[in-house]
Nanobody, 123 residues
């Protein structure tokens, strides 16, 4: 069974760093690009970051450049999202995903996502 399980969400103050992790199982982790997208209440989902099988990084939006970082550990089948200097507008449910590459948008199909972890940033 393919699984993506996120962890590390919670409530933080603005400016307090947070690291999210995602553990993948049931598929060949090394063969997939991995990434994160988020969805805030009442808003469309928004791509955050993607890392290819070679380690190339794709930013979906400029607002996260310099604040968010992504990394993967193929030995542990994990992908992490480091949120530096988070802001209240970063409050959302953050989803880990897998895909065949880092494309213009994260995958549409839920089978490629985890169940998400909530991040709340207060001012």
């Amino acid at each position: 069974e393919v699984q993506l399980v996120e962890s590390g969400g919670g409530s933080v103050q603005a400016g307090e760093s947070l690291r999210l992790s995602c553990a993948g199982s049931g598929f060949s982790f090394n063969d997939y690009a991995m990434g994160w997208f988020r969805q805030a209440p009442g808003k469309e989902r928004e791509g955050v970051l993607c890392i290819s099988t070679r380690g190339d990084i794709t930013y979906y939006t400029d607002s996260m450049k310099g604040r968010f970082a992504i990394s993967r550990d193929n030995a542990k089948n994990t992908v992490s999202l480091l949120m530096n200097n988070p802001k209240p507008e970063d409050t959302a449910v953050y989803y880990c995903f897998r895909d065949y590459g880092c494309y213009a948008e994260p995958p549409d199909m839920e089978e490629y996502w985890g169940k998400g972890t909530l991040v709340t940033v207060s001012s």
